[in-house]
């Protein structure tokens, strides 16, 4: 279990001391000029499979036993119970592509194509679209 978290929080300490902060507005701002996966590509393909393993997506679905392969520790739980499970899993991948479009791709920045005087903030949409791409990704 602590394998694949030891290399995810390394490539984080990584990115954290190559902009000097933990803030994440810092580490966004400082991608301004390129984005982190360009230097740090063999960085960003080791925290991309980490993610997939603490996400459990293919091929590191299987925590249950052999026996178990039809989801059996789900088959005690009904309905609401269920839910929650996958809630659960789905909302640490939404986390994990946030976090991955915010270390590796410059979270909100995009290069300004027009100038945006509208009270629509571009940013949060350009985030939400960034996270939008590693979530099916990751599914």
Same mark, same amino acid.
């Given at each position: 279990?602590?394998s694949?978290? @030891?290399? !995810? ?6 990115v954290?001391? !190559?902009?000097g902060?933990?803030? $994440?507005?810092v580490?966004i ?7 982190? +996966?360009?230097p740090l590509l063999?960085?960003f393909?080791?925290f $991309?499979?980490?993610i @997939?393993?603490?996400t459990s997506?293919?091929? $590191?679905?299987l925590q249950e036993?052999?026996?178990? !392969?039809v *989801?059996?520790?789900f088959t005690e739980?009904?309905s609401?119970i269920f +839910?929650?499970?996958? &809630? *659960? ?5 939404v986390l994990m592509?946030? @976090?991955? *479009?915010? &270390?590796? $791709?410059g979270g909100y920045?995009f290069t300004e194509i ?7 903030? &571009?940013?949060?949409?350009? @985030? ?8 099916f990704?990751f599914v």
């Amino acid at each position: 279990m602590i394998s694949y978290e @030891l290399i !995810l929080s390394t490539a984080v300490i990584i990115v954290i001391l !190559l902009t000097g902060s933990f803030n $994440f507005s810092v580490i966004i701002e400082s991608q301004q000029a390129i984005w982190f +996966v360009v230097p740090l590509l063999p960085v960003f393909i080791f925290f $991309f499979i980490s993610i @997939l393993a603490e996400t459990s997506r293919t091929p $590191f679905d299987l925590q249950e036993a052999e026996s178990e !392969l039809v *989801a059996g520790f789900f088959t005690e739980h009904s309905s609401i119970i269920f +839910v929650f499970f996958f &809630l *659960a899993e789905y909302c640490s991948i939404v986390l994990m592509s946030t @976090l991955t *479009a915010i &270390l590796f $791709f410059g979270g909100y920045n995009f290069t300004e194509i027009f100038y945006n005087d509208s009270i629509i903030n &571009l940013q949060s949409i350009i @985030l939400g679209v960034k996270t939008c791409v590693f979530c099916f990704f990751f599914v």
